[in-house]
């Protein structure tokens, strides 16, 4: 399998949709969020009852346009595959997610990752979902394993740092993509797929560019 350009929260914004698909990139990633009855689409997380979304060294106000995931669907024009990661815990965003492509009838191809397994899960069973978990810290590694083996998963999406060969290897066991982030210089793209990882996330257009021209 050849390795799969990611293009890391490029999906949160309609500029970042137009130009990963300028690019040719395969995949476009965003961050889903189920937010008072919305299904948005932002990196930025929400601070209770503060009049102000954040993320590290960001701020924004709260009332702030907020792209939703319908709008992000409809403006695509190019047949792109997304990858939705879910954010939260429980089902609720897997839910809501299920009943956007059943009343809005889409049907094409879509990748769903997240760390709440259990949203994932509410998705596999759609013929148009290729299912993919998510794991951050060590004891979701740990623990991933043996979920994998219980279910049928298009792939893992695990941090760089949780890597090596033998990890690499031992997943491969069970699905067909082992995708990684953040891989944001050619370097590290040369030390993970030499490892056998086939699906690379990153944030720079220079470095999903080099796997497009690698592909001849």
């Not at 969020?33 to 209770?48: D, I, S, Y």
């Not at 990858?83 to 809501?96: C, F, Q, S």
């Amino acid at each position: 399998m050849s390795v799969i350009a990611i293009a890391h929260r490029a999906g949160n914004s309609l500029a970042g949709l137009h130009a990963a698909n300028a690019l040719g990139v395969d995949v476009i990633e965003c961050d889903v969020h189920h937010h008072r009855g919305r299904l948005e689409v932002r990196h930025l997380k929400t601070a209770g009852p503060l009049p102000f979304l954040w993320d590290r060294w960001e701020l924004v106000p709260a009332s702030a346009p907020r792209l939703g995931l319908q709008e992000l669907l409809a403006a695509d024009r190019h047949g792109t595959t997304f990858m939705l990661d879910l954010k939260g815990r429980g089902t609720e965003v897997g839910a809501a997610v299920a009943r956007l492509f059943h009343d809005g009838g889409h049907r094409r191809p879509v990748v769903v990752c997240g760390r709440s397994w259990a949203d994932v899960e509410a998705l596999a069973a759609l013929d148009h979902v290729r299912p993919v978990l998510s794991a951050r810290r060590p004891r979701e590694l740990a623990a991933l394993g043996d979920r994998l083996a219980r279910g049928a998963f298009h792939g893992v999406s695990v941090h760089r740092s949780l890597l090596d060969a033998a990890v690499v290897e031992r997943l491969r066991r069970h699905v067909d993509v082992v995708m990684t982030w953040p891989v944001n210089d050619v370097a590290s793209l040369d030390g993970l797929t030499r490892i056998g990882v086939n699906g690379i996330i990153s944030d720079e257009p220079g470095v999903l560019a080099e796997i497009l021209r690698r592909r001849g």
